[in-house]
């Protein structure tokens, strides 16, 4: 983050700092925001601001509401409560010191006065920094810091104590690997893999929006890996370690894992600026299906006859798993099943296979594209440039079609009926020749409205009679 963005975000928290301050409690800048500082990134101008303190919930509503434009207390009994003051919305939370027990999928909360309690029940080193407010001063007990400085990935408490207050840390690691560069130390890793099974108290909707925050940072490869690696996908998406034993004959310099994930890390991050999850999900289950579908055959080698078809259903079923919406459920599952369609296209295509190709991918066309592209992996230069070039065609090709039926589906402003009613005449070739007149000024100038349509067939009826 910038300095001046910085201290811009500082300048706008410090009036409800200031308030803090004069109720006689303390407040401290936390989270993302304090981590990002370090590394340069920007906060969102829209971003959440997380602040803690010393003070109860109904302490910091009585400070908050007199500043507020709108408080809410939904998670008050966490030691939670919203608000919004000068359009930006804040959590302010009482520093807590909380734990998971063994069966259960809620903290126990219970509230500290010191900040360092807070912060030492966080999950990582990198997040267990706070900025004093309002005159910022650095609070930073477990060296975050310097970790970042390092790129190491450490918890503040030994690592089975962290994971045993929320095992969902453990996946969220992944995330900090890929997004940040960190490095995992030993006893991290250790604890992950001797603890991964304790991931089964995590709600499926807790695990699908940590999968979704992972799936799109830059290049989430090295987080890929780490959850495979320790155990952790086995937990929750065994599909991904079942991809690692099959070869995969058309990419053999890479197993069907490593393949799917060099595809996720091709397919753009964002497009417009909006995170490009769906197509980056269909990258990391458009091969799910070949373990279940390989085959050997003599003189041919291995072979995954219908994988798209397998996948796509297995697809379904662990997207359904993981609670995601049924919007995203079709539309990664409608591009795993369409991903290989695109590889019969120098069989040589119709127009009307090209138009069944637009049609069947609907909404997701431009994904199907992309990931029909990034699907490449090969390091044959000729081979990638054929491929890339049959695509540049296909897409030329659905270009001038769909140019080509919007001139079709062209209509004059005015309809024959409406021709013979203004023009006073019956059916026959001059009801024609006016729609076509009045079909070459749309074509000219565009939509023209009726009134303006029928003042120029007018003119142009006189002129046919004069």
């Known amino acids: 983050m910038t300095p001046d963005r910085f201290q811009a975000t500082l300048d706008e928290v410090r009036p409800l700092a200031e308030a803090f301050v004069a109720a006689g409690h303390r407040i401290y800048l936390v989270g993302g925001i304090v981590r990002d500082r370090f590394v340069g990134r920007e906060l969102a101008p829209d971003g959440d601001i997380d602040l803690t303190t010393d003070a ?8 908050v509401r007199p500043l507020a434009d709108a408080v809410w207390d939904t998670g008050a009994r966490f030691g939670t409560i919203g608000c919004k003051v000068a359009g930006r919305e804040y ?38 920094m706070a900025l004093e407010l309002p005159e910022p001063r650095l609070v930073d007990p477990h ?16 690592p089975e104590e962290s994971f045993s207050d929320d095992p969902l840390r453990m996946m969220r690691a992944a995330r900090f690997v890929a997004g940040y560069g960190l490095v995992p130390d030993d006893d991290l890793v250790a604890a992950v893999r001797a603890m991964a099974g304790r991931m089964e108290i995590v709600s499926a909707e807790r695990i699908r929006d940590e999968l979704d925050k992972l ?27 079942a991809m690692r034993l099959e070869m995969d004959p058309i990419h053999r310099h890479k197993d069907v894992l490593a393949h799917s994930i060099a595809v996720v890390g091709n397919v753009r991050a964002r497009v417009d600026g909006v995170p490009n999850r769906i197509t980056r999900l269909a990258a990391l289950f458009h091969d799910v299906g070949k373990p279940k579908t390989r085959s050997f055959s003599k003189g041919k080698g291995v072979s995954f006859h219908h994988h798209e078809v397998v996948g796509a259903r297995m697809t379904r079923e662990r997207m359904q798993a993981l609670r995601y919406s049924k919007e995203d459920t079709e539309a990664v599952t409608s591009l795993v099943n369409l991903h290989l369609r695109f590889h019969t296209y120098r069989l040589g295509w119709t127009d009307s296979a090209v138009r069944r190709f637009v049609r069947d991918a609907g909404d997701q066309l431009d994904e199907l594209i992309e990931l029909t592209r990034c699907d490449c992996t090969t390091r044959n230069k000729r081979k990638a440039q054929t491929l890339s070039n049959r695509m540049d065609e296909l897409e030329e090709r659905i270009a001038v079609l769909q140019a080509e039926e919007e001139v079709k589906a062209l209509r004059p402003d005015l309809d024959g009926q409406a021709v013979m009613d203004r023009l006073g005449i019956p059916p026959g070739p001059a009801v024609g020749k006016a ?19 029928g003042r120029r067939l007018d003119a142009w009826w006189a002129d046919q009679r004069g």
């Open 91 to 128: 959590e302010i939370t009482t520093h807590r010191a909380e734990a998971y027990t063994s069966d259960s999928r809620k903290p126990e909360v219970s509230f500290a006065d010191a900040v360092e309690a807070d912060l030492a029940r966080r999950d990582f080193t990198v997040n267990a």
């Open 143 to 158: 060296g975050g810091a310097a970790d970042l400085a390092a790129g190491r990935l450490r918890t503040p408490l030994a």
């Open 435 to 453: 729609l076509a007149f009045l079909l070459d000024l749309r074509l000219e100038e565009g939509p023209l409205g009726e009134e303006e349509a």
């Open 215 to 241: 799936i799109v940072v830059d290049d989430p490869a090295a987080g890929l890996w780490f959850l495979v690696e320790t155990g952790l996908a086995e937990q929750f998406l065994p599909e991904l370690p």
């Open 56 to 63: 109860r919930p109904d302490q910091i509503q009585a400070v």
